[in-house]
Structure formats: structure tokens, C-alpha cells
């Protein structure tokens, strides 16, 4: 498997909308993160669906190395 380019070492905080679908970007190469901007193309990533469960701020992944997909999980800091 191929390894996701790091955008960044520590997660984008985003407000999100109850209800609303986000495509995070899995690959890191989005100029757009840390959303999708079809910057996969051509590769073996494709964008994680992420629907919020309430209107709330979200710590999405900037290292690309999340094991809960599109959601922070503190992997920035073993990197």
C-alpha cells in the first residue's frame, strides 16, 4: 500500500453541519484539506466519507495517518 503524503503534523479543526456528508482527503496531495479535491486521481487512495452527527467542531486528520479514518486520533504524534 502506498503511503499518504503529511500535510500537516497536527489536525484541521472544521466546524461541521448535523446531517452534512465531507469527503476527507486520504492521500494528503488535496490543495483543499483536509477535504477531497479529486487530487487522487490515478492512485490507490480514494476520499473517506465522513457524515456529521450534530453540528460540532471536528479534529480531522492533517497527517494522514488517523486509524479512525477521516478523525484525529493523536498518530501525528508517533510520526
Request: charged share 25%; aromatic share 10%.
Amino acid at each position: 500500500m502506498a503511503t499518504p503524503e503529511s500535510p500537516q503534523g497536527f489536525p484541521y479543526g472544521v466546524e461541521v453541519e448535523e446531517g452534512k456528508t465531507y469527503l476527507w482527503c486520504s492521500c494528503g496531495k488535496s490543495a483543499k484539506q483536509p477535504f477531497c479535491d479529486a487530487a487522487h486521481k490515478g492512485t490507490e487512495f480514494v476520499p473517506i466519507k465522513y457524515t456529521a452527527e450534530a453540528s460540532k467542531r471536528v479534529s480531522f486528520c492533517g497527517c494522514k495517518h488517523s486509524k479512525k479514518g477521516a478523525v484525529c486520533d493523536g498518530s501525528h504524534n508517533r510520526i
